[in-house]
């Protein structure tokens, strides 16, 4: 029954979208990080703190990856760079890949998990289509540190 109206959400959001693309930000979902092509799903909101002292929220999407990730919470991370795309960093486990698509196309401020190796992504630029890559969430924006090559520690919690 979950699922039915989940599909049902998902339907009637791309309905709205489509009837208003040529206003790129009406609609109840907030701006994305990268433009009117993206939209946010309600969910979930997290903060992801650097030791620098830069903070960004996100929205996790419902669905059993992104729960699983959340049951996680709080983590600190250490990110690395990796293909000068998206900061990487490994999960303390495996994340469910139930209801998962096979692939996604991610998005400069997506944060996904990676099910072959098992790790947490969060893109900064964008990239091609990937099989195993599932999408948890959208950054409200891209913080300035993500953009270095260098690794970044971050604090990733539930807001309350």
Do not use: C
């Not at 419902?62 to 250490?78: G, V, Y």
Request: charge should be neutral; hydrophobic fraction near 45%.
């Amino acid at each position: 029954m979950q699922r039915m109206i989940h599909a049902a959400r998902l339907f009637a959001g791309a309905a709205f979208a489509l009837a208003f693309q040529a206003e790129p930000h009406a609609g109840p979902a907030p701006p994305s990080p990268t433009g009117p092509k993206a939209r946010v799903v309600p969910g979930i909101q997290i903060r992801l703190a650097g030791t620098d002292g830069e903070s960004v929220e996100a929205i996790l999407e419902e669905s059993a990856a992104a729960r699983d990730f959340r049951a996680l919470l709080p983590l600190t991370l250490t990110l690395t760079d990796y293909n000068a795309t998206e900061k990487i960093a490994d999960l303390p486990r495996r994340l469910s890949m139930e209801g998962a698509p096979v692939s996604i196309d991610p998005e400069p401020g997506d944060l996904a998990y990676y099910a072959p190796w098992g790790n947490l992504a969060i893109f900064y630029k964008d990239f091609g289509t990937s099989r195993g890559l599932v999408r948890l969430g959208r950054l409200s924006r891209i913080p300035d540190a993500f953009r270095r090559s260098g690794p970044v520690s971050v604090t990733i919690e539930a807001v309350p």
